[in-house]
């Protein structure tokens, strides 16, 4: 399709082997490998271990970094696909602006509540900040999360997080290749106002 032939895949190019990673503490383990999808399609997998007798502040991180910072052009809708382990863990998805360009660490969170194959389409307007301060994370920029915008033409790094690992239990997930697609215009002509108990239809397309 045509947001298919317009996207800008971030993680092109970026092998496993070759995401830094890091951990809240020594009880705290995790491994990145390649895998293989229906399709044969690449997928990251991540897993981690939580070895401490404590669930918040457990996180953990794989990150691709960019020497060369990657464009996005006029892509604003993050898209990917992620298999769940059903642990209630916490997965965040963060495209980042590096600090010369007003740092930015766009949120965006997947609760792990399932297990399978789920797409997931984030517009990087619709953040979750608002979210933020429901875990504890190795950084506390309030103005990078809240305030700053990603810069489509400086992104330095994409980050995987891993938080809220499951006390003395694991993680153990797929991620899809992450790109970035344009928005779709939409058009809504089938909408109306409820009054009481009756819908009244607007006459006009939205």
């Known amino acids: 399709d045509n947001l298919r032939t317009n996207a800008v895949v971030l993680t092109e190019g970026v092998a496993a082997e070759n995401l830094v990673t890091a ?39 794989a990150s691709a970094v960019f020497s060369a910072y990657r464009r996005i052009g006029d892509c604003r809708v993050m898209r990917f696909g992620v298999c769940g382990d059903g642990s209630g863990a916490l997965l965040n998805v963060q495209p980042v602006s590096p600090p010369e360009y007003g740092r930015s660490l766009a949120e965006h969170y997947v609760k792990l509540d399932f297990t399978g194959w789920r797409r997931f ?11 933020f301060a429901d875990y504890e994370w190795p950084y506390t920029w309030y103005a990078s999360v809240f305030h700053s915008v990603l810069k489509p033409h400086a992104v330095s790094e994409l980050n995987f997080y891993l938080n809220d690992i499951p006390a003395g239990g694991k993680v153990d997930i797929c991620v899809s290749d992450v790109e970035f697609v344009p928005q779709r215009p939409i058009k809504n002509s089938r909408h109306g106002v409820k009054i009481n108990d009756t819908i009244v239809p607007v006459p006009f397309a939205m």
């Open 121 to 131: 389409e984030m517009p990087l307007r619709e953040r979750d900040a608002d979210r």
């Open 23 to 61: 951990v809240a503490g020594t009880n705290i383990r995790i491994k990145a490998a390649c895998a293989s999808a229906e399709g044969g399609k690449r997928v990251f997998r991540l897993s981690a271990q939580n070895g401490s007798g404590k669930r918040r502040g457990a996180w953990a991180r």
